[in-house]
């Protein structure tokens, strides 16, 4: 069971950017595919995540009203629209599965590679 992260790249500030997270095996109802951001150095951050069944959005308050996270069911894949851009979004983004609500990173597995997003003018 692997996600992979994509669609990142280097948008101005205002920019907008949407990343893709392509899921392998089952997703299960009770899922949730959850988006963390890291910059080097510290540890991984909560961004966004999605319950598989229903489709329940959870937002960390730094992105909220600006970032949206979605689902296609059909294709196994989570986005993640990020508008309104800001330097400090700049980080390396990763999505992972969650049996359950959590914001913690360590709860979360299925690590792909992350895909990097660059905010600067």
């Known amino acids: 069971v692997q996600l992979q992260a994509s669609g990142g790249g280097t948008v101005q500030p205002g920019g907008s950017l949407r990343l893709s997270c392509a899921a392998s095996g089952r997703t299960y109802s009770s899922h949730l595919v959850g988006w963390f951001r890291q910059v080097p150095g510290k540890e991984r951050d909560f961004v966004a995540s999605?319950?598989?069944?229903?489709?329940?959005?959870y937002y960390a308050d730094s992105v909220k009203d600006r970032f949206t996270i979605s689902r296609d069911t059909t294709e196994n894949t989570v986005y993640l629209q990020m508008n309104s851009l800001k330097p400090e979004d700049t980080a390396v983004y990763h999505c992972a599965r969650a049996n359950g609500y959590s914001t913690t990173w360590r709860d979360y597995y299925g690590w792909g590679q992350g895909t990097l997003v660059t905010v600067s003018s």
């Open positions: 999605i319950r598989w069944g229903g489709g329940r959005e």
